[in-house]
């Protein structure tokens, strides 16, 4: 009887513990969010309620620790949930994943050596789109999809 009861509370207690998994779940933006970086370096996206800290990106992209005054930056997010960011004159796209408290680097996409003129995301099923003038590439968190135009 003691094994039986014993046997039961474990069960119980592995069940409570299992991970619980929503799925399909899709976390894609519709449109790229142009972010104006405040004073304190913090871009935030209200219609997300989603902000983080630039300055550490814009002193990796420009080498520049007051790059980002009077910036702003181009966001979206694709179906998978990775956020791809980049701005006029960045020469990279930069691809994160959230992390605990946090965005951290998954892949670096260099562009254009010069830089970025205009650059726009548009939402695409399978890729997110950049263009940049004529230039147009399609990205995935893997970096540029099927090559550049």
């Known amino acids: 009887m003691r094994i039986f009861v014993a046997s039961i509370i474990t069960l119980f207690i592995l069940t409570a513990c299992s991970s ?21 370096g913090l871009a935030k ?4 309620s989603f902000s983080f800290n630039a300055k550490a990106l814009f002193m990796e992209e420009m080498q520049d620790s007051l790059a980002y005054v009077g910036k702003d930056l181009r ?16 020469k990279n796209v930069y691809i994160f994943e959230s992390s605990e ?3 951290s680097l998954k892949e670096r996409i260099t562009i254009n050596e010069t830089g970025l003129n205009n650059p726009f995301f548009n939402q695409r099923n399978q890729f997110i789109e950049l ?10 968190k ?8």
């Open 45 to 48: 996206e209200e219609r997300y």
């Open 142 to 149: 893997e970096g540029l999809q099927g090559g550049a135009k």
């Open 75 to 90: 966001i979206i997010r694709n179906n998978e949930g990775y956020y791809f960011i980049t701005s006029k004159g960045f």
């Open 20 to 40: 619980l998994k929503l799925s399909p779940a899709e976390f894609a933006w519709p449109i790229e969010s142009v972010i104006k970086i405040n004073d304190d």
């Open 101 to 103: 408290s946090s965005l």
């Open 131 to 140: 263009i940049d003038g004529e230039y147009k590439a399609y990205l995935t």
